[in-house]
């Protein structure tokens, strides 16, 4: 196949952390490796967070300015784009998210005159409205509008799970348009050993004789860390001699620790706020348990380092998470602590089955190597293409 000129645009990136994040900076590296030019579009400048080849590329353009108004932002991403694309001619602009991305990739094709793909990463099409838990870019009237119109008008939507595709159809999307293409994983080239892990776990005083639960996650309402540590209430009952680390940053911090508190629980949970990269794979493999009780995900794609190192896992039976997980873990319902506890003291004294599930793991995360994905995408540009 032809190299390919690539515009690649995202609505979220680093210095933030997600699985998303992730997904786009290994997309655009993959894509990379097998000689095509990715411009990489991100929100602020992100060079430090790519690894760039010897020819520059994945080469970074920031889009916005921080601390700007709605109306000169919006515009200045209008402008730098339209000028990149117009210099670059793409021969396709891949989007992730519907909005902002996705609207801008739509409304620059008289510009750049290339076939759009949007990769939905839930948010910009899951509208979420319970009691005490709203969820989702939809939310707001005007989003939902923007986001239905670019559907409406790219050339392909890839979402990265079946489960996905009834929202991305409620959102505007057309089942003829549709592809699903799982999120992929590159394992980690950093090497961990147990001095790192006792540096680390000293670094965030971190007990060294307690079994550790970890979580790995934005602090957001969608992850359902709540719901952990309300489970962690019971689980010291029967089985104390455990410690729960919480990695990560978001608007729920305060909330959150405002809960260990009043649980009396605060000799038993860390939060360590913002890890780097070395340091979120030392936590993990000293780890004894992974928890995610989300109550909503695209694809569990933060189950894959936690597979990576053999680690037991508990996790909420989410239709996306079980997609990630399959038999590597246990899955409980959501939002349901006393499950979520009997399922973390079920691991902790059956050795047989941390092993059972260790074994999987190590197998479940291959299945999502990086080779498949880009070649199911690179597929969709060459029909789009009509190579």
């Known amino acids: 196949m032809k190299k390919l000129k690539i515009a690649m645009l995202t609505t979220t990136f680093f210095p933030q952390v997600g699985g998303a994040e992730y997904q786009v900076k290994w997309f655009a590296e993959e894509l990379t490796k097998r000689g095509h ?15 760039v080849n010897e020819r520059g590329f994945p080469k970074n353009i920031a889009l916005r300015k921080r601390n700007a108004n709605v109306l000169s932002d919006g515009l200045r991403m209008l402008y730098i784009f339209t000028k990149w694309v ?27 005159k290339a076939p759009v793909v949007i990769t939905s990463h839930e948010d910009d099409i ?13 939310l707001k009237w005007h989003r939902r509008l923007l986001v239905n119109l670019s559907l409406k008008l790219c050339d392909a939507n890839v979402v990265v799970s079946a489960p996905m ?25 950093v090497k961990i050993d147990d001095k790192l892990i006792e540096i680390v776990k000293d670094k965030y005083a971190i007990p060294h004789n307690k079994k550790i639960l970890l979580s790995v996650s934005r602090l957001h309402q969608q992850k359902g860390l ?10 010291i009952e029967y089985y104390n001699n455990v410690h729960l680390v919480i990695v990560g940053v978001g608007e729920e911090e305060e909330k959150l620790k405002g809960l260990v508190k009043k ?8 939060f360590t706020g913002f890890v ?40 909420s039976n989410d239709e996306g998470i079980q997609e990630a997980l399959g038999a590597a873990g246990l899955t409980v319902p959501k939002k349901d602590p006393i499950s979520l506890s009997k399922a973390i003291i079920k691991i902790l004294e059956d050795k047989n089955l941390r092993e059972t599930l260790s074994e999987r793991g190590k197998e479940r995360y291959k299945l999502f190597m990086p080779d498949r994905t880009i070649d199911l995408y690179l597929k969709i540009y060459k029909d789009l293409l009509g190579r």
């Open 37 to 51: 030019e990715v411009y990489l579009f991100t929100p602020y400048e992100a060079e430090e967070f790519i690894d």
């Open 86 to 112: 117009r210099k670059i001619k793409p021969d396709v602009v891949h989007a992730h998210f519907a909005f902002s991305s996705g609207f801008l990739a739509v409304i620059t094709k008289p510009f750049h």
């Open 226 to 235: 709540n719901y952990l540590i309300k489970s962690l209430k019971n689980i």
């Open 263 to 270: 649980l009396n629980l605060e000799k038993y949970v860390t």
């Open 126 to 138: 899951l509208v979420i409205k319970e009691k005490g838990y709203r969820y989702g870019m939809g």
């Open 165 to 189: 595709k009834k929202y991305a159809i409620e959102s505007g999307s057309k089942e003829k348009k549709l592809h699903v293409i799982p999120n992929m994983y590159v394992p980690p080239i």
């Open 276 to 315: 780097d990269e070395k340091d979120k794979h030392a936590l993990i493999k000293g780890c004894d348990v992974f928890c995610m009780p989300s109550l909503n995900e695209a694809f569990g794609i933060s189950l894959f380092d936690p597979m990576y190192y053999g680690k037991s896992i508990v996790a």
